[in-house]
């Protein structure tokens, strides 16, 4: 099993172990690093190497904000980058209580990567193809992304789960 943190996080894994397959063909990745998972996924696949599970957690999902969002989301990180991660953090574990989580070095390239992102439906219907088993979960309370786009967009290629009253971080309490 391969794991893909979130923007700004490191060792947040653990949030996520009740969901994960422990397989040694399985790649998961949270928020904005379940695009790197998928990436990893397609790479690792036209080297010849075998992946059966691809776990998306709260997937980074922006495609369905507009750009005046994304600027202010930029504008806001380079005015204070301390601030917006602060903000960041306590809006992935809203409605609920902040928790302790670990950060990483984090630069501008990445949140703008993150915002811009544009999943590629034909390229996640080649994993299926392929045998690839897609998983995404997502929180219904989540204030980072929008739930319903999210699983609006994946439902034809993956098995969505649905977290009632999860956050971000699909805690429910």
Not at 27 to 54: H, T
Not at 120 to 126: E, F, V
Not at 145 to 173: C, I, P, Q, R, W
């Amino acid at each position: 099993m391969k794991y893909f943190s979130g923007f700004s996080l490191q060792n947040e894994v653990n949030f996520f172990e009740s969901f994960m397959d422990q397989g040694d063909y399985s790649i998961c990745g949270f928020s904005y690093g379940a695009i790197k998972a998928f990436e990893y996924v397609q790479k690792a696949l036209q080297n010849g190497n075998r992946v059966d599970r691809l776990q998306l957690f709260s997937p980074a999902f922006f495609q369905s904000k507009d750009a005046k969002f994304k600027r202010l989301q930029l504008m806001a990180y380079r005015k204070n980058e301390d601030e917006y991660l602060r903000q960041f953090i306590n809006a992935c574990f809203l409605p609920y209580e902040r928790r302790d989580v670990e950060h990483s070095v984090t630069v501008l390239e990445e949140l703008e990567e993150l915002l811009m992102y544009e999943w590629d439906k034909d390229a996640l219907k080649a994993l299926v193809k392929k045998g690839v088993v897609i998983e995404v979960y997502l929180g219904g309370e989540d204030q980072i992304v929008n739930s319903a786009a999210v699983k609006e967009f994946f439902l034809d290629v993956a098995t969505v789960t649905y977290v009632k009253n999860g956050n971000h971080f699909l805690l429910t309490e």
